[in-house]
């Protein structure tokens, strides 16, 4: 950085200086020029009309101005005598010779075309004749190749303090720099030292940003593969566990019957608990197919009579709660309708209420509302442990494990809650304490429609 800085402003200043040159040189030029007409008009004074108009004048002439170049011509521009140049050709095509034939006087600086020199001219119209006096002066090119050794030193010495300047000033402008570089080299927010650097610092802050982002969700992803295989690994050690038990015993009593060891009435309860665990294998197993499914489950949503399905399905449970001598308090506001589906609502509200019913104490209490915008079930169950509350919803696990399996219960139930109300954005809460039971909530709308 500090060599570009350094190379920078040697060009800048070489340029700068070599245009200089050039201007100064062209100015130069025609001020000398401008001096050589003033001093030419002065020496034509020494001219004598008396004078015999020869080449002996002409010499004579040039020494007194200090060597100057005189030439005598005919009023019509013709040769007569020149104290330095015997060609005897006209000069009437000459700018200053002709102009002074125009107008009694003439100008031109140019290089010579018989002695190859550059002459500043001057010319005057006599009665007789035309005098013209002429002095050796530099052209444009010649004064800049005379002045290109000064050039070169100023150059160098424009490239000995532009080493020095960069040297000594690098370093602080190009502070403010580094710090900002060390600054997001740690990952911390940059604050700018000075305004022109605010564009660098928002970029660098946003590219710091967007990296520890991306850094985060990395690390959630890692964090969520590894929950997902334990997720994994705890599902087939689960479904491995429920699956053994009926399996177990359908595999033992049928081995007995095989044998013939079981006759009679024992042969009949053996059968019936085949059965029986048959039953509840299959129910295992509909009940992780439909777990599963949720997921997939894109059917399109309409309008769903929630308060109809709440009525029917207390109606359809009120058996389980007369046998457990609940004490039932409901109320359903009429015409709550859903955006859903028929099946999502009852899976919902049927596995809530069945919760509800399996895990309370015998003679408690269930407590359902039904509102617009909320379903909210409260028992006065065994409640649920503040470290439980965190895995209520995971796949299979149960509170209560005396209860597992019961009236087809496997610890899916509210898993499947979690997943519905996921699909249909509800709001999923549950309170509860030990001993003195729970109480679940969904909230039919979105959380900023509640603000």
């Given at each position: 950085?500090?060599?570009?800085?350094?190379?920078?402003?040697?060009?800048?200043?070489?340029?700068?200086?070599?245009?200089?040159?050039?201007?100064?040189?062209?100015?130069?030029?025609?001020?000398?020029?401008?001096?050589?007409?003033?001093?030419?008009?002065?020496?034509?004074?020494?001219?004598?009309?008396?004078?015999?108009?020869?080449?002996?004048?002409?010499?004579?002439?040039?020494?007194?101005?200090?060597?100057?170049?005189?030439?005598?011509?005919?009023?019509?521009?013709?040769?007569?005598?020149?104290?330095?140049?015997?060609?005897?050709?006209?000069?009437?095509?000459?700018?200053?010779?002709?102009?002074?034939?125009?107008?009694?006087?003439?100008?031109?600086?140019?290089?010579?075309?018989?002695?190859?020199?550059?002459?500043?001219?001057?010319?005057?119209?006599?009665?007789?004749?035309?005098?013209?006096?002429?002095?050796?002066?530099?052209?444009?090119?010649?004064?800049?190749?005379?002045?290109?050794?000064?050039?070169?030193?100023?150059?160098?010495?424009?490239?000995?303090?532009?080493?020095?300047?960069?040297?000594?000033?690098?370093?602080?402008?190009?502070?403010?720099?580094?710090?900002?570089?060390?600054?997001?080299?740690?990952?911390?927010?940059?604050?700018?030292?000075?305004?022109?650097?605010?564009?660098?610092?928002?970029?660098?802050?946003?590219?710091?940003?967007?990296?520890?982002?991306?850094?985060?969700?990395?690390?959630?992803?890692?964090?969520?593969?590894?929950?997902?295989?334990?997720?994994?690994?705890?599902?087939?050690?689960?479904?491995?566990?429920?699956?053994?038990?009926?399996?177990?015993?359908?595999?033992?009593?049928?081995?007995?019957?095989?044998?013939?060891?079981?006759?009679?009435?024992?042969a009949r309860k053996a059968s019936a608990t085949i059965l029986a665990q048959s039953e509840r294998l299959q129910n295992l197993v509909a009940s992780i197919i439909n777990y599963s499914e949720i997921d997939s489950d894109d059917l399109p949503l309409y309008e769903v009579?929630?308060?109809?399905?709440?009525?029917?399905?207390?109606?359809?449970?009120?058996?389980?709660?007369?046998?457990?001598?609940?004490?039932?308090?409901?109320?359903?506001?009429?015409?709550?309708?859903?955006?859903?589906?028929?099946?999502?609502?009852?899976?919902?509200?049927?596995?809530?209420?069945?919760?509800?019913?399996?895990?309370?104490?015998?003679?408690?209490?269930?407590?359902?509302?039904?509102?617009?915008?909320?379903?909210?079930?409260?028992?006065?169950?065994?409640?649920?442990?503040?470290?439980?509350?965190?895995?209520?919803?995971?796949?299979?696990?149960?509170?209560?494990?005396?209860?597992?399996?019961?009236?087809?219960?496997?610890?899916?139930?509210?898993?499947?809650?979690?997943?519905?109300?996921?699909?249909?954005?509800?709001?999923?809460?549950?309170?509860?304490?030990?001993?003195?039971?729970?109480?679940?909530?969904?909230?039919?709308?979105?959380?900023?429609?509640?603000?």
């Amino acid at each position: 950085m500090k060599k570009r800085i350094m190379w920078l402003c040697f060009a800048i200043t070489a340029v700068a200086l070599i245009v200089f040159s050039v201007i100064s040189t062209d100015v130069y030029y025609r001020n000398s020029i401008a001096h050589a007409e003033t001093y030419l008009r002065a020496y034509m004074n020494a001219f004598d009309e008396t004078r015999t108009l020869d080449a002996a004048y002409a010499e004579e002439l040039s020494e007194k101005l200090d060597g100057a170049r005189v030439t005598f011509l005919t009023p019509d521009g013709g040769f007569i005598a020149d104290s330095e140049d015997a060609d005897d050709a006209s000069r009437a095509m000459r700018p200053e010779v002709r102009e002074a034939i125009e107008t009694g006087e003439g100008f031109d600086a140019r290089s010579s075309a018989t002695m190859d020199e550059n002459f500043a001219y001057y010319c005057r119209r006599y009665e007789t004749c035309l005098v013209r006096i002429a002095v050796r002066t530099d052209s444009v090119w010649g004064i800049y190749v005379d002045s290109l050794p000064a050039v070169a030193c100023f150059l160098a010495a424009d490239a000995l303090v532009c080493l020095l300047i960069t040297y000594l000033t690098a370093g602080f402008m190009l502070k403010p720099m580094e710090d900002l570089v060390r600054s997001a080299a740690k990952g911390e927010r940059v604050e700018p030292a000075c305004g022109e650097l605010e564009p660098v610092a928002e970029l660098i802050n946003r590219m710091n940003a967007e990296a520890e982002n991306r850094v985060l969700e990395s690390k959630a992803e890692r964090e969520q593969v590894v929950r997902a295989q334990q997720s994994k690994d705890e599902f087939i050690a689960n479904v491995t566990h429920e699956m053994n038990t009926p399996l177990t015993s359908i595999r033992g009593f049928a081995e007995l019957l095989a044998s013939g060891a079981l006759d009679g009435e024992r042969a009949r309860k053996a059968s019936a608990t085949i059965l029986a665990q048959s039953e509840r294998l299959q129910n295992l197993v509909a009940s992780i197919i439909n777990y599963s499914e949720i997921d997939s489950d894109d059917l399109p949503l309409y309008e769903v009579d929630a308060s109809r399905i709440a009525r029917e399905t207390l109606a359809a449970l009120s058996p389980e709660i007369a046998e457990r001598k609940i004490v039932l308090l409901s109320e359903i506001c009429d015409g709550v309708m859903l955006m859903s589906r028929y099946e999502r609502v009852t899976e919902i509200f049927g596995n809530i209420i069945r919760n509800a019913i399996r895990y309370n104490r015998e003679g408690g209490s269930i407590s359902v509302l039904l509102t617009r915008e909320e379903f909210t079930v409260s028992d006065t169950g065994i409640g649920i442990a503040k470290e439980d509350l965190g895995r209520i919803f995971d796949r299979f696990f149960t509170v209560d494990k005396s209860h597992n399996g019961k009236n087809g219960g496997f610890g899916l139930g509210l898993s499947v809650v979690k997943k519905l109300c996921g699909k249909q954005n509800w709001q999923l809460t549950v309170e509860s304490e030990p001993g003195k039971g729970s109480t679940f909530r969904i909230g039919f709308l979105p959380a900023e429609e509640k603000k």
